[in-house]
């Protein structure tokens, strides 16, 4: 039996409300890219391409690639050169000198697919340089929705949108599909929010409440920020998330 689709619908104020952290970090990934002036470079999962436009200004040609319609209109509007296109199936004519990927490939649940593509357009000797959630990332988090949602008598893990791999099962994933591994390790980052724990809910977990009523949502958000209000949250108020982010740098072969 087909599994359910949950979907997880993307705001672009939402994003930019309570999700600004995601770019910033990343830019230490862009620096461990370092693109250079000639080349031309693909990003997958570009979002609202904050750190497209960074690329943008280092080489000769970047191209954006995502799925999510309101992200992209935003990343059009800053003149980014951007396509709706889902990385699990990349088809594309281009042979980019390098990819980048920031905080997107945990969302593709068929990560063979997502780096089979990546390798079928990056030149041979290309470098592919990624973050992801990796191992352990959001624990607290999921695990809370989970349960508030066990709670309700509904299935949670159907609903969990996300896969966050471990160094060795994608250390795998690169070198079987003809990428050599230069690096890659886990980097525990427990993140401070620019809001609160309910704004990120609202912004990158959608899947969980999607199609339930609003008396069903209000009590599984209550619930979920009540688990987690002991372990993430400061007697001030302050909320971080428990972030484990997994960071490559592979060539391909």
């Known amino acids: 039996m087909e599994r359910a689709q949950f979907q997880q ?47 943008a200004k280092r080489c000769a040609q970047v191209i954006g690639v995502d799925s999510a319609p309101e992200l992209l209109k935003a990343a059009t509007s800053k003149g ?20 980048f990927s920031n905080a997107a490939i945990h969302w593709m649940k068929d990560q063979k697919a997502v780096l089979k593509g990546a390798r079928s357009v990056l030149k ?8 992801l959630g990796g191992h352990g990332n959001i624990a607290a988090i999921q695990t809370a929705l989970i349960a ?39 980097i525990p980052r427990p993140t401070p929010l620019p809001t609160d724990i309910e704004g990120w809910l609202k912004t990158f977990a959608n899947p969980f409440f999607d199609g339930l009523d609003g008396s069903t949502r209000s009590r ?18 302050h909320w971080t998330a428990d972030y484990v982010r997994l960071r490559f740098q592979a060539k391909a072969n």
């Open 124 to 131: 041979t000797g290309g470098r592919f340089v990624g973050e």
């Open 80 to 99: 980014l050169h951007v396509y709706n296109m889902d990385a699990q199936k990349l088809e594309m004519y281009e042979r980019f000198d390098a990819i």
């Open 148 to 186: 508030s949602l066990e709670k309700e008598g509904i299935d949670g893990e159907e609903r969990n949108p996300w896969v966050f791999p471990s160094e060795k099962a994608f250390r795998e994933l690169l070198e079987s599909n003809g990428f050599e591994v230069i690096s890659l390790a886990l």
């Open 220 to 237: 599984v958000l209550a619930n979920t920020v009540r688990l987690l209000k002991s372990c993430l949250c400061t007697e001030d108020g």
């Open 9 to 55: 619908n993307w705001s672009a104020t939402d994003y930019k409300t309570h999700a600004g952290f995601v770019p910033q970090y990343g830019l230490a990934v862009l620096d461990l890219l370092d693109p250079q002036p000639h080349e031309t470079i693909l990003d997958i999962g570009c979002g609202n391409g904050t750190l497209t436009e960074e690329i």
